[in-house]
C-alpha cells in the first residue's frame, strides 16, 4: 500500500511540474528589416504588414501611427507582437504571450519554439511583399497559415 502511495505521488507531482518538462528556446528578436522597394510611403508599408498578418490569422489589436500591435491565437495559445514601421522598413518584436512558457532569466528571455517560428514566418511573409505599388502578385509567395 505504501507504494502505491509513494507512486500515485510521484505521478501527481509531476502533472503538477509539467511546465518545468516543456520545451524552451532563447527568445530571438528578429532584426529591423529593410524594404527592397522603399516607397516613401508609410501607409503602404503598413498595407504590407496588415496584408502579410491577416494571410496568416494575425489580427490587428492596435494601431498607433508607425506601430502595430498583431495577435495571433491558436487555442489556448496567443501570442502578441509589436511591429513598428516606417517606409523604409519594419521591426517586429515580441510584446507578449500565453501559454507560450515565457520565462525571463539572468541570461535573456526563454520561450517554447513556437513563438519563435510564428515570429519567423510573419517576417517572412511581410518582407515577401512589394511596396513599390506594384500589386500584381508576380515575385510574392502566397501566404500560407501560420503553424
Known amino acids: 500500500m505504501k507504494k502505491l502511495i509513494a507512486i500515485t505521488l510521484t505521478l501527481l507531482s509531476l502533472l503538477l511540474c509539467q511546465s518545468a518538462f ?9 532584426q529591423r528589416i529593410a524594404l527592397t522597394a522603399p516607397n516613401g510611403d508609410i501607409g503602404k508599408t503598413k498595407a504590407v504588414i496588415v496584408r502579410a498578418a491577416s494571410g496568416l490569422q494575425w489580427n490587428v489589436v492596435a494601431d498607433q501611427p508607425g506601430k502595430l ?5 491558436k487555442g489556448a495559445y496567443a501570442l502578441v ?4 514601421y516606417d517606409a523604409a522598413g519594419y521591426q517586429v518584436s515580441y510584446a507578449s504571450s500565453e501559454n507560450l512558457n ?9 520561450v517554447h ?8 514566418n510573419l517576417v ?5 511583399n512589394r511596396t513599390d505599388g506594384d500589386d500584381d ?11
Open 22 to 30: 516543456a520545451r524552451s528556446d532563447a527568445l530571438a528578436q528578429p
Open 69 to 73: 500591435t498583431l495577435k495571433h491565437v
Open 81 to 84: 507582437l509589436n511591429v513598428a
Open 102 to 110: 515565457y520565462q525571463q532569466t539572468e541570461f535573456g528571455a526563454n
Open 113 to 120: 519554439p513556437t513563438v519563435n517560428r510564428w515570429m519567423d
Open 124 to 128: 517572412r511573409h511581410i518582407g515577401g
Open 137 to 147: 502578385g508576380s515575385d510574392t509567395k502566397p501566404a500560407s497559415a501560420a503553424d
